[in-house]
Nanobody
Framework: QVQLVESGGGLEQAGGSLRLSCAAS????????MAWYRQAPGKQRELVAT???????NYTDSVKDRFTISRDNAKNTVYLQMNSLKPEDTAGYYC?????????????WGQGTQVTVSS
């Protein structure tokens, strides 16, 4: 059974920092590209950051130079370090694992962790 369990969310003031973690089980973690998405109330889920199996990263423009995605394959965990938080970063943050194998997509989601940034 595949599980992605996020942690580290909470209430933070604008300008502060939070570090999200996503612990994976039931998959060969090192074979999966990992990503963080977020969804604010009334808005569509948006891609925040991605990290490939060989560590290449990509970010949506609104979080560049503030957020850092990283992975620890030994711990089956992906992280999202969020600095200089803004109220518009308030959202549920979701971990995603994805790989392609023989033309089939394997995609898994966590339950999410809430991040609330006060002004």
């Amino acid at each position: 059974q595949v599980q992605l369990v996020e942690s580290g969310g909470g209430l933070e003031q604008a300008g502060g920092s939070l570090r999200l973690s996503c612990a994976a089980s039931g998959i060969t973690f090192s074979f999966y590209g990992m990503a963080w998405y977020r969804q604010a109330p009334g808005k569509q889920r948006e891609l925040v950051a991605t990290i490939t199996i060989d560590g290449r990263t990509n970010y949506t423009d609104s979080v560049k130079d503030r957020f850092t995605i990283s992975r620890d394959n030994a711990k089956n965990t992906v992280y999202l370090q969020m600095n200089s938080l803004k109220p518009e970063d308030t959202a549920g943050y979701y971990c995603n694992a994805e790989r392609m194998l023989f033309g089939k997509a394997y995609r898994y989601w966590g339950q999410g962790t809430q991040v609330t940034v006060s002004s």
